[in-house]
């Protein structure tokens, strides 16, 4: 195990729906999973409070069966939302504080082990929205975490890929970015982890990297695959002893511990058994993939049709793909694997951890990052630093962007400005115009998503252009334009054109804490005992 002296400070982090990962680079260069406490390369995103204590991880997860009223899961399916979607011993908790939670566990780990982490590049999906984005930021400035960046899963794990191949190929890290390849590889990365879902196609060659389209289901992963097993083996035990072991909070977390022993099992062999208890009474069953198989068939179609959707919005053919890339801990279950084999006629690639390679690639990220900043002071090596500065990384939006405007009927639609799968930076401009006579102001309301009305979308910030000059008539112009940076953060602007008068927002998602809300929580977390 290398020292602490070699440790940049700087980590990767996977901050997943039901198991957490953390990465760093060696000084050398290469990204290596880093341990936790217990000694395993992923830790579950479980935590139990009780007091001034918050259990973290194995202990916690074991503990939902006995205190499911204390105990959090799946947290990352509620961030950007207001709160987790129930309490805690009584107590309302916003998902930003709880994944800080998890997250200080992580960092309180690694610094045991490395000594202190200065940097953190952060994960997640990358049909995340900008308000769920924000808040995962905040989740790591609570933890005490300085986020470099947060980075589309898809992308750091195509990134691990690129990178890994390049070193095996040439014997030797520095080969991935000063030797030229014959030609880019072009790739798609199949991301299925516990609750989310993404597709990315991906391009790279030795000195640069471009995601050229996403999409994804955020409430969809193995969960859901979980969820069904629970719905089957509740229905057998309600058929065979007349009471339903969902009914009781105890029996439902046993049940669904059992679900995910289930699904691993028969990830491996092809039957498997279960026992089911419940008020004092039980039940065995013999179960087989191919049940379960049945059990999930339209979950496994869903992704089925979202991937093809994607290799479509990238105007690409299957044969135009060089590697199916497998990514997340469900893409272990026969039947996807299968799946994509049969739709790609391509073997998928597992050639790297599904659990760990989304945390390796975040801590190449960073060191890309850092490598540009010129903050690496040593901890690694000058050579090996050096030959990430030119290295260049595009990414796209994962949803459009665009702006509430009047129907002739009333209602308002979205005037998309920047469509969805928009490389980045992008800036985009449009004339409006004003919708009555001597019209003074104009309140523009941005909006993320596809859809044509705007209140099928999601708001994620407004501004008013006012001051306009007296006696304005109808359909005056106002010029809109909309600006998205490459690390995801979006200015708009409103301008009439015939006075100059200008008006601009920097987005701040509503509900989001302030800066001042984000210190008190820290301070909080600080006073915690989280083990």
Request: glycine share 8%; net charge negative.
């Amino acid at each position: 195990m290398s020292t602490a002296t070699e440790f940049s400070g700087l980590i990767g982090i996977d901050l997943g729906t039901t198991y957490s990962c953390v990465a760093r680079l060696s000084r050398e260069g290469i990204p290596q999973t880093i341990p936790n406490r217990e000694g395993e390369l992923t830790t579950p995103s479980v935590l139990m409070v009780e007091d001034q204590m918050v259990v973290v991880g194995r202990e916690a997860k074991r503990s939902e069966c006995v205190y499911p009223d204390r105990t959090a899961i799946c947290v990352k399916r509620d961030m950007g939302g207001a709160r987790y979607s129930r309490s805690l011993a009584g107590q309302e908790y916003r998902p930003e504080i709880l994944s800080a939670m998890i997250l200080k566990r992580i960092k309180t780990d690694v610094e045991s082990r490395f000594g202190p982490v200065q940097h953190a590049v952060i994960t997640v999906p990358a049909y995340f929205d900008d308000t769920r984005r924000k808040a995962t930021q905040d989740a790591g400035r609570i933890a005490g975490l300085n986020v470099l960046d947060i980075i589309n899963e898809p992308t750091a794990a195509a990134l691990a890929f690129a990178f890994e191949s390049h070193r095996r190929r040439n014997s030797h890290f520095e080969a991935f970015a000063r030797q030229a390849v014959d030609s880019p590889t072009t790739a798609l990365v199949y991301d299925l982890g516990g609750g989310t879902f993404d597709v990315s196609i991906v391009r790279f060659a030795h000195d640069r990297f471009e995601t050229l389209a996403t999409d994804g289901d955020v409430r969809l992963g193995g969960r859901d695959w979980d969820e069904r097993l629970v719905t089957y083996l509740a229905e057998q035990f309600r058929t065979a002893h007349g009471s339903d072991p969902r009914d009781d909070p105890q029996s439902l977390a046993f049940l669904y511990q059992e679900a995910e022993k289930v699904k691993h099992a028969l990830s491996v062999r092809t039957a498997t058994r279960v026992l089911v208890s419940h008020d004092g009474q039980r039940l065995s069953l013999d179960l087989t993939r191919r049940q379960f198989d049945d059990l999930t068939a339209d979950l496994v179609l869903r992704t089925e049709t979202t991937t093809e959707l994607v290799l479509d919005s990238a105007g690409l053919t299957w044969s135009q793909i060089d590697r199916v890339l497998m990514v997340g801990g469900m893409t272990r279950v026969p039947h996807i694997r299968e799946m994509i084999q049969r739709i790609s006629g391509k073997e998928p690639d597992c050639s790297l951890p599904a659990d760990e390679v989304v945390a390796q690639g975040a801590a190449l990220h960073g060191g890309i990052l850092l490598a540009r900043m010129a903050k690496g002071k040593g901890s690694i090596n000058d050579s090996a630093l050096g030959l990430w500065v030119e290295f260049e990384s595009i990414d796209v939006n994962s949803h459009s962007l665009g702006i509430a405007v009047r129907r002739p009927d009333g209602g308002y639609a979205n005037s998309i400005l920047i469509p969805k799968n928009t490389p980045l930076p992008v800036e985009r401009s449009r004339t409006y115009h004003t919708s009555a006579p001597n019209q003074r102001q104009v309140r523009v309301r941005i909006l993320e998503g596809e859809a044509y009305e705007a209140e099928a979308c999601v708001q994620i910030g407004e501004f008013v252009l006012g001051g306009l000059p007296a006696d304005l008539p109808e359909r005056s112009p106002i010029e809109i334009v909309c600006r998205y940076t490459s690390d995801g953060r979006i200015s708009v602007q409103g301008r009439h054109p015939n006075t100059g008068l200008l008006a601009e927002t920097t987005l701040v998602s509503q509900g989001r804490l302030n800066d001042a809300e984000l210190r008190e929580e820290a301070r909080k977390i600080g006073l915690l005992e989280i083990v």
